[in-house]
């Protein structure tokens, strides 16, 4: 099945279609930068400026940086707070007029991972764990995904565990990897405290400088970096939309 998978970050959108049999895109992933924090109808206008460039019909799956639950997001820490509460699919369905459906971000990395990355061959508990404008996670036991896991919002010195180790604050506050390094390798230690893990994996563009810090990770359960790296959001999304089926559709505005 071929779908169109777009993963909606903090500082940009990014799409392209994908090959759901392989995990393969079918073309150069699209990305449109959001460098201020854009409107739920403003998002509804990028996936359909990012559907216009592919010439794309058909099914569309959306990676969110929230908790959801159906269609709609529930929190949106990093994104306008207009997108509580509000019908996502059906916003973008009636742009685009194609099938959308709606997962959390790290949920869909987690899943493009379980499926073809780091995780394939894992059956016991897997935490994936996206670290890049914040943190996102994703919870899997015997491969199947409890959504929604939201570690990253985890208390750490008095604030949510993402004000201290994603990816942004080290580029944020100077830090060197070593100093970074030991502070994610603190927070995985409290992770690990609460669900005791089989494997961790770790994604977000910083997973390609692995080598820089995982050598200051001091945990009991293996980590690995995500093999995905930045296409593990847009394959999720397009799996979650292929599997768990998208569930609105909308015809396009005149």
């Known amino acids: ?9 903090g500082s940009a959108v990014k799409g392209a279609p994908v090959d759901t049999a392989t995990g393969k895109l079918l073309g150069e992933r699209h990305r449109i930068a959001t460098p201020e924090k854009v409107t739920p109808k403003e ?61 959390n971000d790290a949920d869909a990395a987690g899943i493009a991972e379980m499926r073809f990355g780091a995780g394939r061959k894992e059956k016991g508990t897997v935490i994936l764990l996206t670290l890049g404008t914040g943190v996102g996670s994703a919870l899997f036991y015997r491969g199947v995904l409890y959504p929604n896991s939201e570690l990253g919002h985890l208390p750490l010195k008095g604030d949510s565990a993402e004000k201290h180790v994603a ?15 030991k502070r994610l390798s603190h927070y995985l230690k409290i992770v690990e405290t609460i669900l005791e893990p089989d494997l961790i994996i770790l ?52």
């Open 167 to 181: 990816a942004s604050v080290k580029e944020k506050e100077d830090l060197s990897w070593h100093k970074w390094g």
């Open 1 to 9: 099945m071929k779908v169109l998978g777009i993963d909606i970050g």
């Open 43 to 103: 998002l509804a206008k990028i996936v359909a400026e990012i559907a216009a460039h592919f010439r794309w019909t058909g099914p569309i799956g959306l990676g969110f940086p929230g908790v959801i639950h159906g269609t709609t997001p529930t929190t949106s820490a990093n994104l306008h707070k207009d997108f509580i509460g509000c019908d996502l699919a059906k916003l973008v369905a009636k742009a685009t007029g194609e099938k959308v459906s709606v997962v």
């Open 203 to 254: 994604g977000g563009g910083v997973s390609a400088d692995s080598g820089k810090f995982f050598k200051y990770l001091k945990t009991r359960a293996p980590v690995l970096p995500a093999q995905s790296k930045n296409e593990a959001g847009i394959v999720g999304a397009a799996l979650w939309a292929a599997e768990a089926g998208a569930v609105e559709t909308g015809s396009r505005a005149k």
